[in-house]
Nanobody
Framework: QVQLVESGGGLVQAGDSLRLSCAVAGRSISTYTMGWFRQAPGKEREFVGG?????????YYADSVNGRFTIFRDTAKNTVYLLVNSLKPEDTAVYYC??????????????????WGQGTRVTVSS
């Protein structure tokens, strides 16, 4: 069984940075497309960014994060990270990582991801 556990969220001030982690158990992350999503209070869940499987290992992001977010992975730790810089109050949300076991290239749709973590909350004060 595949399990995803996020960590690293918290209360920060605008302009700060955070590193969110997604530890995966049950299967190597190299075979998955891994995605990060977020859901702000009262809003729909939105795609933030993703990293493809070992075939391409390329990353891709939503336009809204505008170069402030970086995704990378440590295969030895079987963990994917989301580094978020220059945080803004509008980045306040619960952040989720997700895994697409079919390894679809550049997947941005939540329906493509079969495994999800429980989320980690990020609150950015102004």
């Amino acid at each position: 069984q595949v399990q995803l556990v996020e960590s690293g969220g918290g209360l920060v001030q605008a302009g700060d940075s955070l590193r969110l982690s997604c530890a995966v158990a049950g299967r190597s992350i190299s075979t998955y497309t891994m995605g990060w999503f977020r859901q702000a209070p009262g809003k729909e869940r939105e795609f933030v960014g993703g990293i493809n499987t070992w075939r391409s290992r390329s990353t891709y992001y939503a336009d809204s994060v505008n170069g402030r977010f970086t995704i990378f992975r440590d295969t030895a730790k079987n963990t994917v990270y989301l580094l978020v810089n220059s945080l803004k109050p509008e980045d306040t949300a619960v952040y989720y990582c997700a895994a697409d076991e079919y390894g679809r290239d550049r997947s941005r749709y939540g329906a493509d991801y079969g495994y999800w973590g429980q989320g980690t909350r990020v609150t950015v004060s102004s």
